[in-house]
């Protein structure tokens, strides 16, 4: 049988997500694509994604643990700033590569026809990588500082998958409206700076107030991190659960009006482009 | 009975071009400013200004319909401009079309550009399966079919270098070779076959029509109307957007040709021409070299081409151009004055007359479409006008033999062919004919009489 498509003005595409599955290897592809890409030519390779996160957590260590000397809450600070710094790079190059991804391929976008969703959404798969990369050297640091897995460790996989969604969700909105805007090329960078300080990446949540806890966790990355540090660090942090219900409520808006308002002008996406 | 596979009604395609800003796309800040503006102007009630000067509506593709069934063949023609391009890219889900709607019955594959996706860091096995998923293959099916594409693009030894070492011969052939093995049910060509050198592009063609032959339904754009003929059952032929003509490949390919049928004499259709104003293009007339309609100027003679205008502001310093099109679509010679080192008289206000002399013609038979300008300093255009001019080079028995029509290509040449022996190859040369153990045939032309 035969599959019939008709287009039409204004018409959503029924069959949108059947044709996502259909096109499934094209994620793959184009991830691989700028994988393998991008440290060709290059000396040390893949060393250059491990760089930027040991030197952050150095530079934090000394500015937050030492100089500012802020509580750590017993784990010790290099792991509590690298457990945060995992899921922040995850999201700051997932939505800096996913906000660009659109306007780098602006050719296949206008010669060709396939899932406009694929572009972003490959270019999170490649953030994921280097998030497993940088893993191993989560768990090179905690033998070395003799922190022990707990089976909160577990946790690990679905908190993964929400940072995944703050940095698809808001990639889809930047992406989408960098088409149109191209303004929201200097946003991304001034937004990641900005939240690499608002959020408790270099110290932990525990020093803000009881009082601006809810109102803090309105950053959906406080509760990704925090997640974060929660199943890595074991006894040595808690979770102030409201405030991650709250992170993730968000997260789940900002997917799903991202995905949406993704879909609604990706149909324009070649005429502006 | 074959059923309908691809259902066009109505379809157009409308675009809104903003006059202001110099970039296609649009500045957060001109939103924000214009909004501003207008709610203001909502507050105060006044009414909005030239707001028609800075939006245009422009149908590239309007009402549209046809219906293809499994193994048809359609040739989309018209000039450039014409909503070829459009209309390939509403039927590949590019763009969406703003009205009407179209009906696809099975897997769409379309190739507007060769190479889409191509990665240059990548080596040409890598490509191939990235172009090949792109384009909506399956890995398995790349697999299977990857020694096929290869021998097809001929870059076996360069398999495992970066496609950007490659040139662009092989990067067009291998490019072409991962299209050419889609087995999607209808097949969308943009012009592709107009890529790599005259031996590609006949494979291409061949490849076309194996294609073809499977069944599958075919729609191409092409402004080679030899190409369109070999492969098209049907064509329709677009005129600004809109749908002039319809029917066999070869019968609308011949009406589009008499389209540009010669006419001696004529005058230029005014929304033809673009250019700051400053000349107006009012008639012309095409004669042979002895300025005579008749009889037709033939290969090696002279054609003349008398272009009256009329010149608003003096120009100090004119120049003129043309260029000849082939009965096929193919772009035979294209000068100006500047190009040729010389210089025009000043043209002050008033009529003048353009007279250009084509010397010894190398065109063979076949109504030739010119594009013609005067422009000035720095390549300024003040009119320019394309395919409004035509001539006809008549037929002649060129070669002394039989009487040489379009049949024998767009451009004389003389020709020599030689047979001998292997290992002992003579130069075939003008002034030695036969004068080795082979046979030489000399073709040549007779002198140009007139």
Known sequence: MKREIVLEAGRGYRRYWRDMWDYRELFAFLAWRDISVRYRQTVIGVAWSLIQPLLTMIVFTIVFGRLANLPSGGAPYPILVFAALLPWQFFSNGLTACSNSLIQNANMISKIYFPRIALPASSIIVSFVDLLLAFVVLLVMMVIYQVWPTWRFVALVPLTVLAGAVALGSGLWFAALNVRYRDFRYLVPFVLQFGLFVSPVGFSSSIVPADFKLLYSLNPMVGVIDGFRWAILGQDADLYLPGFILSVILVTVILVTGVRYFRATERSFADVI | ?450
Request: proline content about 4%; some cysteine; glycine content about 10%.
């Open chain 2, 1 to 450: 009975m074959s059923d309908i596979v691809v259902k066009a009604e109505g379809v157009g395609k409308k675009y809104v071009i903003r006059h202001r800003g110099a970039y296609g796309y649009v500045a957060l800040r001109d939103v924000l400013a214009n909004s501003a503006g207008n709610a203001l102007r909502r507050v105060t009630r006044r009414k909005r200004i030239g707001e028609d000067l800075s939006r245009e509506e422009i149908w590239a593709v309007k009402d549209v319909s046809f219906e293809l069934r499994d193994g048809d063949r359609l040739g989309l023609i018209g000039r450039n401009g014409a909503g070829k391009s459009t209309l390939l890219k509403i039927l590949s889900r590019i763009t969406e079309p703003s009205a009407g709607r179209v009906t696809l019955h099975g897997n769409v594959a379309s190739l507007l550009e060769v190479g889409t996706g191509f990665h240059p860091e990548l080596t040409g096995r890598e490509n191939v399966y990235l172009n090949g998923t792109i384009l909506g293959m399956r890995r398995a099916e790349i697999s299977r079919k990857f020694d096929e594409i290869v021998a097809f693009a001929e870059v076996e030894k360069f398999l495992d270098t970066p496609v950007k070492r490659y040139s662009s011969g092989m990067y067009v052939r291998l490019a072409f070779a991962v299209a050419a093995h889609l087995e999607q049910d209808i097949l969308l060509v943009d012009e592709v076959l107009a890529v790599g050198d005259a031996a590609f592009q006949k494979k291409c063609l061949t490849k076309m029509g194996a294609v073809a032959r499977e069944g599958r339904t075919i729609v191409l754009v092409s402004h080679n109307l030899a190409a369109i003929e070999q492969l098209c059952t049907t064509a329709i032929w677009l005129d600004r957007g809109r749908m002039v003509d319809q029917g066999t490949a070869n019968e609308v390919v011949e009406r589009y040709n008499a389209s540009f049928a010669p006419e001696a004499t004529g005058s230029f259709e005014t929304a033809n021409v673009t250019g700051d104003g400053n000349v107006e293009l009012l008639s012309y007339t095409v004669t042979n070299g002895d300025g005579n309609l008749l009889p037709l100027p033939v290969t090696g003679q002279d054609v003349l081409i008398n272009v009256t205008v009329r010149v608003r502001e003096a120009i100090q310093r004119p120049a003129s151009g043309l260029s000849v099109w082939s009965p096929g679509g193919a772009l035979l010679t294209s000068l100006n004055t500047d190009h040729l080192g010389q210089e025009l008289e000043p043209m002050s206000a008033g009529e003048h007359t353009v007279t250009i002399r084509l010397s010894n013609i190398p065109y063979l038979p076949g109504p030739h479409r010119v594009d013609f300008w005067v422009s000035g300093p720095g390549g300024h255009l003040y009119a320019h006008v394309e395919d409004a001019i035509t001539f006809e080079v008549g037929e002649s028995a060129l070669y002394g033999t039989t009487q040489v029509d379009r049949g024998f290509g767009c451009v004389f040449t003389k020709v020599q062919v030689s047979t001998s022996p292997a290992g002992m190859a003579p130069i075939p040369a003008e002034h030695r004919p036969g004068d080795s153990n082979g046979t030489a045939v000399e073709l040549s032309q007779p002198a140009a009489h007139g």
